[in-house]
């Protein structure tokens, strides 16, 4: 945690800073680093995928679910852009927490955080294989084996990661921006052609959802379908003016996504009939496939490919994310050094790639014999909500602390106490839904499973602290120092990204 490092801007030129790191300092900018939190949450994914099973929960209220999550990731993304406009890590909460609550605390919450961004790629692997197994064998009786999908996907998402944070970036804005529009056009179409029930606003009432427990229950889901914002911090170091561009991008990301998930989610109920949300809920099809066969006949297909799209810049989107978390706690100590190895020529690093591919290939494999292929979706997504939550609650207390302590000047009741305070009570509640009562097996394993890797985490902890190796937490807190960026390093950037 320092301050730029000064040297003075040739006059007339616009000053721009970057990261003094081994990877590519200022390689992107706004566009990128939005998208790249966009893409983390997954439009298409969130935007349909998602929408059933919320409402078989909160009915026709479902577009409120998405509102609640809406409000709740925003209060979560402030307290992590606060912490951004003062530090650059691609540790991001490890850092963060180091830095607010102490090292042995961002130690646990860092490894908590890895039950999310490194599972995903096994995630939508599973899933999108799945979707694609089932529909072409319906609709055009094309056999196609759910782990071929998989296969393909770890294999670009490595290439992607390995050859550089410009080309990842310039998918995830490409196909990022093609899966909102096709998204957008059908929820458009549903208030063109509604069902029966017509354009109406009575998802604005909590009264009409089946019952107050299934309103929080389709929150709760909604919030994991939302989750992925915070993809953009981890790329701090990546970006140029980073303290300015890290905040805006974590903000703007679940803004931009936040609207965009209740229009829709209204766009399709509108479009189904709202008189008619259990068929919506329970629909042996896809409702979106459902819709688009409606609304476009033959061409409904593009639906299909926007799940496509989708399921490749989140993985690709959460690569990125989840390579850099772990060259940023290996940078510090507490993860083999190994991990720090930066290709000489792409500035990625490789190493953490390699793992993390390695990773995706493991979990693709014993996820779904374990679960189910058709499971794996619900299940990690539950317990990323229970892993998130515990990772949340530590910066929200530790947002405080920190500005108590660096920033008393800037600290404000209701920015650092108000707001966290508020998103905390909010998991709280989240978490006490979720589990009262479990839900059905095998998604009831969610909890057990993030408990016991906690439990794992405090005993490597443990194990640190009385073998005296805590010194591996020696260099937690550490953040990366900045510099004025260079005209060549700034004219070499691509504009959109």
């Excluded at 606003?201 to 009409?208: A, C, I």
């Excluded at 809920?281 to 593009?302: N, Q, Y």
């Excluded at 807190?477 to 900045?482: C, G, N, Q, T, Y």
């Amino acid at each position: 945690m320092t301050d730029v490092a000064s040297r003075p801007p040739e006059a007339g030129a616009e000053q721009h800073t970057v990261a003094e790191t081994e990877l590519k300092a200022g390689a992107i900018g706004l566009p990128g680093v939005l998208m790249q939190g966009v893409t983390a949450i997954a439009p298409a994914i969130a935007g349909m995928f998602t929408i059933p099973f919320i409402v078989s929960n909160a009915g026709v209220a479902a577009p409120l679910a998405y509102l609640g999550a809406f409000v709740i990731a925003l209060m979560l993304g402030y307290v992590l852009a606060q912490f951004t406009k003062h530090m650059t890590s691609t540790g991001t909460y490890y850092t963060f927490v180091s830095n607010s609550l102490g090292e042995r605390w961002g130690f646990l919450v860092a490894w908590t955080y890895l039950l999310f961004y490194p599972v995903v790629v096994a995630q939508v692997g599973s899933f999108m294989g799945s979707t694609l197994q089932t529909t072409l064998a319906s609709e055009y009786s094309v056999t196609f084996h759910w782990w071929y999908f998989m296969v393909f996907l770890i294999a670009l998402v490595a290439y992607t990661a390995w050859r550089g944070i410009e080309l990842s970036t310039k998918l995830v804005v490409v196909l990022g921006i093609t899966e909102m529009l096709i998204v957008l056009a059908l929820a458009i179409s549903g208030f063109i052609d509604p069902g029966s029930g017509g354009i109406n606003l009575h998802w604005l009432s909590p009264g009409n959802a089946p019952s107050g427990h299934g309103l929080f229950l389709g929150v709760v889901f909604a919030i994991f379908a939302i989750s992925g914002w915070d993809a953009a911090a981890p790329l701090g170091e990546e970006s140029e003016d980073p303290k300015k561009t890290i905040p805006r991008g974590v903000m703007g990301s679940i803004i931009i996504l936040g609207v965009f998930l209740v229009f829709v989610s209204w766009g399709q109920t509108t479009g189904w009939g709202t008189n008619h949300p259990g068929s919506f809920a329970s629909s042996s099809e896809l409702p979106a496939f459902v819709l688009g066969h409606r609304f476009w006949g033959d061409a409904w297909v593009i639906v299909l490919i926007a799940l496509f799209n989708s399921a490749i810049a989140v993985a690709i989107a959460t690569t990125n994310s989840a390579t850099r978390i772990l060259y940023g706690m290996a940078r510090t100590g507490v993860l083999p050094r190994q991990l720090t190895t930066v290709h000489k020529r792409f500035r990625t690093p490789s190493t953490a790639i390699a793992v993390q591919t390695v990773i995706n290939v493991l979990l693709g494999i014993v996820l779904p014999i374990a679960v189910g292929v058709s499971n794996v979706y619900n299940i990690t997504g539950t317990w990323f909500t229970f892993a998130l939550a515990p990772v949340y609650a530590a910066a929200n207390v530790g947002l405080y602390v920190y500005y108590r302590r660096n920033f008393r000047s800037e600290l404000h009741w209701f920015k650092h106490i108000v707001i966290p305070i508020v998103g905390t009570i909010a998991l709280g509640v989240v978490v006490y839904e979720s589990v009262n009562p479990l839900p059905a097996y095998p998604i009831s394993l969610a909890p057990f499973i993030v408990l016991g890797w906690m439990v794992l985490g405090v005993g490597l902890l443990v194990w640190m602290l009385t073998s005296g190796r805590e010194k591996l937490l020696a260099h937690a807190k550490d953040a990366v120092l900045e510099r004025i960026e260079t005209p060549e390093e700034h004219a070499a950037k691509p504009e959109f990204i």
